[in-house]
């Protein structure tokens, strides 16, 4: 990268280092350390310990069976341990080698998200510590998934990484996100930057599933560049224990027709507080969003954010917010905005917040089921992720993740 | 058997239902007339169980046990079941999963395809529950669901109202098979206690006994057909004064 565009980007970080996010508890940095323990890198990613890969598994990431996948990146407190790639086409490797290897990634570096948008975009610059870089070379289309898991193995560390996706012309790539810790309840702190960039008629899926722990803090900053006839397909599960978690991916649609569909199921247990949204800017014509999130509370808040704004001819953007409060305590507070800034354009939302009804209770127990099963059920249903365009491989491994998390929430 | 006895019911404070009382013995097919607001579909929900609908007098009998403090699930698994006639949508929830809730052992995907298909539902098993369906295929999928479930007594609120009529002999046929129909009268378990408004449905199925409700209170017992052919010609007039009657003799007698 250019010393002199370095050299900026250091400023800017440096003069936001003490600016606090719009929305979230202000974390302070100084309680997390730095530096981490090096960990080994293993060439074969089942030599693993098994208590890790089991963490990984419930996150989504499979390392004991590679003909699942179309490559694995895997990154424990500081160190990527793991970086594989079985597909022709398609890249990944730690960001740091990309760095090295392509002179042209300082064109992406910080520009889906703004280096100083807060204290933690100016940390993960100041104090980097890898992340990944993952690529579909133009024309080239994941059969499988990419697999990328971002582990907390050290207390009290803050991780900061920063990832760099790109799909190139015509390609599609499909990735999963596992990220996961080590740590049963001690404090951790992740930060994580996403830059995705998805240029003309390519296409990317992106699956996250976030299981933290009650005492870890979570800030990903995540901005996406939409070319035209480009998708991107966001599907975000949380349906772990959290202390605090606050995001508000962006995604800029700037080429006509691109499209983004955002899904994310929040779970938040008594003790975890999640700020969560999503953000489609509608900017060239024809361009379409969808938002649709879905929350439950058994005590913990949860804010559901979620913004559209049409700013070009033609664009098509709805928001859907629904959530449930299954005991007393919880609080979920929906705040759907929509802002238009021309004729013609086409934007709408729903948020409905409140309890099962009873009237789908007493239905489904009609037909036998006691009140306990067709309370299962109607929250079963409510987080069922119907995802249009994703492949049904990761439909069921998303429904699974879902499913295995049911029992603690009911 | 199902056996109503002197059965009244409240929603809130007010009284629903006075002094219902009716019999339906195994294997028979009884048919519920009345106005709008009458309370021919609280008197169906009283027996399925909804607790909005609180018994404050008289018991229901089923298969000799009074189950008038048992709840909605316990009666289902007694063996009654309910086609609703405005059933809520449950997001998330297929129509295969409501077969598969409905038939409580476990079952094979085939006997629920086809089980989809004689009720020409195929194209619904993996949609949310209700949720878009028109009049006609929320009738179909009701019937369906109790078709898998099976059960011994029948409420059906209205299972015709707002189908067309190559649904409604679908339907129809449906019924038949739920009530037992096919099986000759001696050996026939299955009852049933139908709602309708129009009578339609008695051009499909047959039914021994009709009733006429109008204020909460049952007026008469008689042939169904003879019921409606007099309803047709004089409204519910008739049997308003009928009730009035009846209500004037009781009072005598006490």
Known sequence: MATEKKATIKEKAKSAQRKPATFGEDIDLKAFAGAA???????????????????????????????????TFIQMDNTPVHSSVWQEGIEVMPVSQALEKYDWIADYWWRAVAVDADKYTANVELNQHNGYFIRALPGQKTELPVQAC??????????????????????ELHIITGCTTALADEPGLHLGVSEFFIKPGAKITFTMIHNWNPEIAVRPR???????????????????????????????????NATVRYNSVLAAGEGSSLDVGSRALLNAAGARTEIVARAITTGGSIISRGLIEGNAPGVKGHLECRGLILQGKGVIHAVPELKGTLAGIDLSHEAAVGKI?????????ARGLTENEATAAIVRGFLRVDIEGLPSLLTAELQQAVAASEKDIL | MLEIKDLSVAVGDREILHNISLKIAEGETHVLFGPNGAGKSTLLMTIMGFPKYRVTGGAIIFDGKDITPLSIDERARLGIGMSFQRPPVVRGVKTRDMLNACMREATSPEAINDLARRSDMTDFLDRDVNYGFSGGEIKRSEIMQLLAQKPLLSLLDEPESGVDLVNIALIGSLMNSLLDKECPIRFRKCMGLIITHTGHILNYINARTGYVMIGGRIGCAADPREILASIKEKGYEECVQCLLMNNAKRKASC
Do not use: W
């Open chain 1, 37 to 71: 323990e090096p960990q080994k890198y293993r060439q074969d990613p089942s030599q693993l310990p098994a208590r890790d890969k089991q963490q990984m598994l419930g996150a989504g990431v499979i390392l004991d069976d590679s003909s699942q996948r179309s490559g």
């Open chain 1, 150 to 171: 971002l582990y907390l193995n050290q207390a009290g560390l803050a991780q900061n990484v920063h990832n760099i996706i790109i799909a190139e012309e015509g390609s």
């Open chain 1, 222 to 256: 995540t901005g996406v560049i939409i070319e035209e006839n480009g998708l991107f397909l966001s599907n975000y599960v949380l349906m772990k224990p959290v202390r605090s978690l606050q995001m508000y991916p962006t995604a800029y649609c700037v080429g006509e």
């Open chain 1, 357 to 365: 009804a009873e009237e789908e209770v007493e239905y489904l127990m």
